[in-house]
């Protein structure tokens, strides 16, 4: 049935506790068939920026849709539109089997939990146990599908019983909103309801934190209730009582209908879910021993949660500055993780993918795609069991380095989309370390990695450009060599370090016979000439590892590890020499020389740069009054 041994599932990672739902059932079911798990999972809001969203939604455009045989869509995480429109153009059109979770999409079969039923048996259990006649309801997102059936089946129980709502509250399923109307509320001092039922349990938080801040108790003052079955409902004082869609055992059922789906692929269906009410302390029963070990478990656990969050902290202030100073992007693992213990969170198993040219393009430059990436894509970082692998490149079509499915096996692949605004970075991948999707933990961590690399690409490129600009602050425009500025701050700095390291240098001084002559007579444009032509010939004449600057208008200058003693006198009239015929050869219509001088910078002098430029100067000079002898004597014959 499975000839890829592998299938997809698509998810927005806030959704955390019905993520951990289904991807336990799923991974359950695959051990059994030994099939592989990708999941790909990104953070779209309808508060971010609309680029920051496209280029979340590019990583399904990471699968090639053909790898697998079938594929779960968690719709009702979708935040957008769009997540749920760029899975189906893809997998969809391709005829790959598919199953929607809780939300109906056309032409694929779906899973879902009616909303119903629960909130029936919990209203009759308000009114019937508890004797609740004032009800308040707070709603969900307006317009919501979802909210609307859980407030008709609660205003049709009460109807049942000749009764009305008391009151409801417009929310949007949040914590905060839920908080701040209860508040508004008790503030306005109208009357206290018997029970608030909730369209959801992240709302009952909020009301139950607003009771307890004005002084009132659940539910000993007012009964509370929520839907969804929440870990955190179930952990906090009192225990939430809810209603539960069925979720445990919502996994293993759409592993089993994608089975059915493959087998009968032209076959679209509808699976319901039926929901229950779950009493508890919030209405005044007793909790399960179930719910008081949650509570009891994460009490305990406390501690360690908080811990894991602070070590993530610490991880990535511990990146900051090394990464400030990165130039390159080897400089992530050589400067950014070189002190910084891997975070065990993570687990043994994960890599950093990034787009080949993100730290080479500059910003004018790098793509803006929000469809695919790169063919060859940048291992940044990787750690496979527990050891710490070199960089190096990868085809993305792969998805995860090096994948190959382990027959009879079955892991758990986990991608997240690495972007900052319109910047595809790349990838997260981890393998088989599910449990950071079953918090917020995953999402917080690419949210920090996005901006460390984005920074560090920052730094990388204001270091570019700052180096670009030191060159050009220090660059003689017209030869290409060192300025006088360059000349104070690299050449003779490099004599300083030779003297304070003991090495013995050399300054060698060039002057251009008679460049008045040249300028006047023949023009400036040929002084130009002459002026990048002594300096071309002085580099290429002279030995490689020397440093040259133009020192002056027709004046240059030159450091470097200095020869033989013995031996200077040779060199330097080679260098003269080789100079003299390479202007000869050139056919210019005026004579073109230079006269050269040196000093030795030995390690114990005291001597000032000035004082040794000024014995290499009288040094060139007597040379030069030797050349200009010999060329007036020239002269005088021809006279």
Not at 524 to 535: E, Q, W
Not at 572 to 589: G, P
Request: proline fraction near 4%; glycine fraction near 6%.
């Amino acid at each position: 049935m499975y000839m890829n041994r592998r299938i997809a599932v698509f998810t927005n990672g806030y959704s955390n506790e019905f993520i951990e739902h289904v991807i336990t059932g799923l991974q359950k079911k695959a051990r059994e068939d030994g099939v592989d798990i990708f999941v790909f999972v990104t953070y779209c809001t309808v508060n971010d920026h609309e680029l920051q969203n496209k280029c979340q939604l590019n990583l399904f455009h990471l699968p090639d849709p053909n790898d697998f045989d079938g594929a779960i869509m968690l719709t009702n995480t979708f935040n957008l539109p769009h997540e749920q429109e760029r899975v189906c153009a893809r997998f969809q059109r391709e005829g790959v089997p598919m199953i929607s979770l809780e939300v109906d999409v056309p032409k694929m079969s779906c899973i879902k939990s009616e909303n119903y039923q629960g909130v029936r048996e919990l209203a009759i259990h308000l009114i019937e146990h508890h004797q609740a006649k004032k009800i308040l309801y707070v709603n969900g997102i307006e317009g919501n599908e979802e909210n609307q059936i859980r407030r008709q089946a609660l205003v049709d129980v009460l109807s049942e019983h000749d009764m009305k709502l008391f009151a409801e509250f417009q929310c949007d399923y949040g914590f905060y909103t839920a908080y701040l109307q209860m508040e508004e509320y008790l503030d306005s001092g109208k009357e206290l309801p018997d029970a608030i039922v909730c369209g959801n349990d992240n709302m009952a938080l909020g009301i139950n934190s607003a009771l307890t801040e004005k002084g009132y108790s659940v539910p000993e003052d007012v009964l509370l209730t929520g839907f969804d079955m929440t870990k955190i409902g179930q952990q906090m004082f009192p225990i939430l009582a809810t209603v539960s869609r069925g979720w445990e055992t919502l996994g293993e059922l759409a592993y089993e209908k994608l089975q059915y789906q493959i087998r009968n692929p032209q076959e679209i269906f509808t699976e319901e879910c039926k929901s229950h009410f779950i009493s508890s302390e919030s209405c005044g029963c007793s909790a399960s021993e179930e719910a008081e070990k949650s509570r009891f478990d994460a009490v305990r656990n406390s501690y360690y949660s908080t811990l894991k969050q602070d070590m993530m902290d610490i991880f990535f202030r511990r990146m900051q500055i090394p990464l400030s100073m990165a130039t390159k992007k080897e400089d992530f693992v050589e400067k950014g993780m070189k002190d910084n213990p891997d975070l065990p969170t993570l687990g043994p198993n994960y890599c950093l993918c990034t787009e080949p040219v993100f730290f080479d393009l500059d910003d004018e430059q790098y793509p803006e795609r929000i469809r695919g990436y790169s063919s060859d894509m940048d291992v940044l970082y990787e750690l496979r069991d527990g050891k710490r692998m070199p960089m190096r490149s990868f085809d993305s079509k792969d998805l995860y380095p090096d994948y190959v499915h382990e027959e009879g096996q079955s892991n758990l692949y986990i991608f997240v989309p690495l972007n900052y605004m319109h910047f595809i970075i790349g990838y997260f991948a981890i393998k088989n370390s599910p449990e950071l999707l079953f918090d917020i933990s995953l999402g917080k961590f690419c949210m920090n990695m996005n901006a460390q690399l984005f920074s560090m690409r920052r730094h990388i490129f204001a270091k570019r450009d700052n180096d670009e600009l030191k060159k050009i602050y220090m660059t003689d425009a017209l030869t290409g060599i060192y300025n006088r500025t360059g000349c104070r701050k690299v050449l003779y700095e490099y004599l300083t370090s030779r003297k304070v390291a003991g090495q013995k240098s050399i300054l060698v001084f060039a002057d251009i016979d008679r460049m008045k002559t040249i300028n006047d007579v023949y023009g400036h444009l040929n002084g130009d000439f002459a002026i990048k032509a002594t300096a071309e010939a002085f580099r290429k004449h002279s030995p490689e590892e020397w440093l040259f600057g133009r020192y002056g208008g027709d004046e240059f200058i030159a450091v470097g590890p200095c020869p033989e003693t013995e031996t200077i006198e040779d060199l330097i009239r080679r260098i003269s020499d080789n100079m003299s015929n390479e202007f000869k050869a050139l056919n210019l219509a005026f004579i073109l020389h230079a006269s050269i001088g040196y000093a030795i910078v030995e390690p114990g002098d005291e001597y000032t740069i000035d004082e040794y430029i000024d014995r290499a100067d009288k040094y060139m000079y007597s040379e030069k009054e030797k050349y200009h002898q010999y060329i007036d004597s020239l002269n005088l014959q021809h006279d």
